[in-house]
């Protein structure tokens, strides 16, 4: 049985955050690990990103989106090389 996560193995976001609920799987169904910005169809949408290149995605995105301060950004964005999808390479 596949584990469930609460956000994204490959970013950080959270699964509730996700408009459409999570990525696909090659099969059609939904990925448990990763959301729908980062895995479609069974493969990531950015495949030659790396872990360094998402925090960087990833911290830009916080500050964008949300009027986060750069520390708090920072800090959320640090944990992206912990995630399972960069601890696997």
């Known amino acids: ?3 469930e996560y609460k956000m994204c193995q ?3 976001m959270p699964f509730k955050n996700d ?3 999570g ?7 939904k ?3 990763y959301c729908s910005l980062c895995f479609e169809n069974g493969k990531f949408t950015q495949p030659d990103m790396t872990a360094e290149e998402m925090q960087a995605f ?4 916080l500050k964008e989106l ?10 959320f964005a640090s944990g992206t090389p912990k995630l ?6």
């Open 10 to 12: 490959s970013c950080g």
């Open 31 to 33: 990925s448990k690990m």
């Open 58 to 61: 990833v911290k830009g995105k």
């Open 66 to 75: 949300g009027g986060i301060h750069k520390l708090f950004a920072g800090f």
């Open 19 to 21: 408009p459409k609920g």
């Open 1 to 3: 049985m596949e584990k």
């Open 84 to 89: 399972a999808r960069w601890r696997m390479k």
């Open 23 to 29: 990525g696909t799987n090659a099969d059609g169904s």
